[in-house]
């Protein structure tokens, strides 16, 4: 069993920057792959990124590719998500899992366990 807890998020100027971390409780988060989705109103939950359990292989939607990065502390049981040159188009939940595959997984009924989210408001 794990816990997620998403946090940094806000309401920022386009073009500024934000940091999410994704805090995980249990003994197991270094086994997991780590991935970055986010929902906004109306829309479906979209895959943003993950990273590999070791932190070796990361992948990116086409969408932020460029302008996020994805990173864990495997010590700290934390996840991150760096947010560039944030654009309005980027205002949604932003929400951290884990999945227990060893590949490269960007739909969400391949994770197990989710936060609860965090709130990203980008003004223009």
């Known amino acids: 069993q794990v816990q997620l807890v998403e946090s940094g998020g806000g309401l920022v100027q386009a073009g500024g920057s934000l940091r999410l971390s994704c805090a995980a409780s249990g003994r197991t988060f270094s086994s997991y792959t780590m991935g970055w989705f986010r929902q906004a109103p109306g829309k479906e939950r979209e895959f943003l990124s993950t990273?590999?359990?070791?932190?070796?292989?990361?992948y990116y939607a086409d969408s932020v590719k460029g302008r996020f990065a994805i990173s864990r502390d495997n010590a700290k049981n934390t996840a991150y998500l760096q947010m560039n040159s944030l654009k309005p188009e980027d205002t949604a939940v932003y929400y951290c899992a884990a999945s227990s595959t060893t590949y490269i997984a960007t739909y969400p009924h391949e994770y197990d366990y989710w936060g609860q989210g965090t709130q990203v408001t980008v003004s223009s």
């Open positions: 990273v590999s359990w070791s932190g070796g292989r990361t």
